[in-house]
């Protein structure tokens, strides 16, 4: 049963993407999503509250693979490179959903995501909570991280994947960087 509303909560995410190809994300109804998909408002309502639930779904599982994918790195960098990759099969949907921030702060969202990918990998290496200034210094670099990917996914900022891995390598902290250094994540 599972398998089959997970099928379905696809099949409503690939109608989305088909709508948002044609008109702005706020412009685009439950109707046209399940007309898009040949399915039912009943059906769309029993798996989402409203579109943007829908999106915040969508988004959570292709941020979550671009996070498997950069956890198949083994360096930030090859990470980032990974995760960029991918972003950019996906790049009309991460537009989208970048450019509308009405309901749910995807942002925000992205954000919380890549703090916690972080925070582990420091924990799992250091056997430990990370102490109160890395924390910081850690927040201030995945703010800027998400802002400067949000420039590139908008095509504000014109660059390769790897050009902007590289970048935001470059960009993390002295302390922050001497610190993935010594764990082996750079």
């Known amino acids: 049963m599972d398998k089959n509303k997970e ?15 044609k008109m702005p994300v706020e412009k685009v109804t439950v109707k046209e ?17 409203d579109k943007y639930d829908l999106i915040n779904w969508y988004f959570d599982k292709i941020l979550l693979e671009s996070f498997e994918h950069m956890g198949e790195g083994e360096t930030v960098n090859e990470g980032l490179l990974n995760k960029f990759r991918y972003i950019e099969e996906e790049k009309l ?11 749910n702060c995807l942002r925000q969202h992205d ?12 924990e799992s290496k250091t056997r ?10 850690l927040e201030m670099y995945c703010q800027g991280s998400v802002y400067m ?37 750079l």
Do not use: H
């Open 7 to 21: 099928k379905m909560k696809y099949r409503l995410a690939d109608a989305m993407k088909v709508c948002m190809k």
């Open 33 to 49: 999503i399940v007309e898009e998909c040949g399915t039912t408002r009943q059906t769309f309502y029993r798996n989402f509250q």
């Open 93 to 103: 949907f991460f537009r989208a959903a970048f450019k509308t921030d009405e309901q």
């Open 111 to 122: 954000f919380e995501l890549i703090l916690d990918f972080y925070t582990r990998q420091i």
């Open 128 to 137: 430990q909570p990370i102490d109160e200034k890395i924390k910081f210094m």
């Open 149 to 185: 990917t949000t420039q590139w996914v908008l095509g504000y900022r014109k660059s390769t994947p790897e050009k902007m891995a590289k970048a935001l390598v470059e960009a993390m902290p002295a302390e922050l960087t001497e610190l993935f250094c010594k764990l082996n994540l």
